[in-house]
T-cell receptor
Framework: AQSVAQPEDQVNVAEGNPLTVKCTYS??????LFWYVQYPNRGLQFLLK??????LVKGSYGFEAEFNKSQTSFHLKKPSALVSDSALYFC????????????????FGKGTKLSVKP | ETGVTQTPRHLVMGMTNKKSLKCEQH?????MYWYKQSAKKPLELMFV???????ENNSVPSRFSPECPNSSHLFLHLHTLQPEDSALYLC?????????????FGPGTRLTVL
């Protein structure tokens, strides 16, 4: 079965320090992987995605993510955290089972709350 | 803004009311989705439409009834809801169902059922 795991409910970081939000996945074939961010009372905003090619993907707001096939991971990173980065972060994998209407479905992790303190 | 709008942003309704949520996308996409986001639970996919045809219904109770009159609009009709249906309802769209297309989300409707 396809699945995504975000092992940390919350990550606390001091402003200016690097941050990492972890994500591991399980799919039967090659994955398409996504990161989204959700600010309070808002919808999900797309940050970046991995399709193929370079394992390091750069996205919005200075975020990047590294695809590691051997570890089945897609961790989100930022070299220097800002207080405004405090939000809920979701990792997602595209369901590529390839039957019926499931091809387009995103499978989401449960989310990780990032808190950046001044 | 993502190009996906939802109205209303907040809705309070009694269990006997009938209401509708509206979603509109201005991106020229062919696929649209309804998700439910409850506290402390992963996002739940409810319905998927592609070119105005429903392609997935994830065992959603019949008190939720989707409608997709064209590729730009998606509705979720609500009737005789239960308090446990209180949640943030998110609409999303993508170019197509195939491949690595990104889903773009609206701001959501915060629903409270009394």
């Amino acid at each position: 079965a396809q699945s995504v795991a975000q092992p940390e409910d919350q990550v606390n970081v001091a402003e200016g320090n690097p941050l990492t939000v972890k994500c591991t996945y399980s799919v039967s074939g090659n994955p398409y992987l996504f990161w989204y961010v959700q600010y309070p009372n808002r919808g999900l905003q797309f940050l970046l995605k991995y399709i193929t090619g370079d394992n390091l993907v750069k996205g919005s707001y200075g975020f990047e993510a590294e695809f590691n096939k051997s570890q089945t991971s897609f961790h989100l990173k930022k070299p220097s955290a800002l207080v405004s980065d405090s939000a809920l972060y979701f990792c997602a994998v595209r369901d590529m089972r390839g039957y019926g209407g499931s091809q387009g479905n995103l499978i989401f992790g449960k989310g990780t709350k990032l808190s950046v303190k001044p | 803004e993502t190009g996906v709008t939802q109205t209303p942003r907040h809705l309070v309704m009694g269990m006997t009311n009938k209401k509708s949520l509206k979603c509109e996308q201005h991106l020229g996409h062919n696929a649209m989705y309804w998700y439910k986001q409850s506290a402390k639970k992963p996002l739940e996919l409810m319905f998927v439409y592609s070119l105005e045809e429903r392609v997935e219904n994830n065992s959603v109770p019949s008190r939720f009834s989707p409608e997709c009159p064209n590729s730009s609009h998606l509705f979720l009709h609500l009737h005789t809801l239960q308090p446990e249906d209180s949640a943030l309802y998110l609409c999303a769209s993508s170019q197509d169902l195939q491949g690595p297309d990104t889903q773009y989300f609206g701001p959501g409707t915060r629903l409270t059922v009394l």
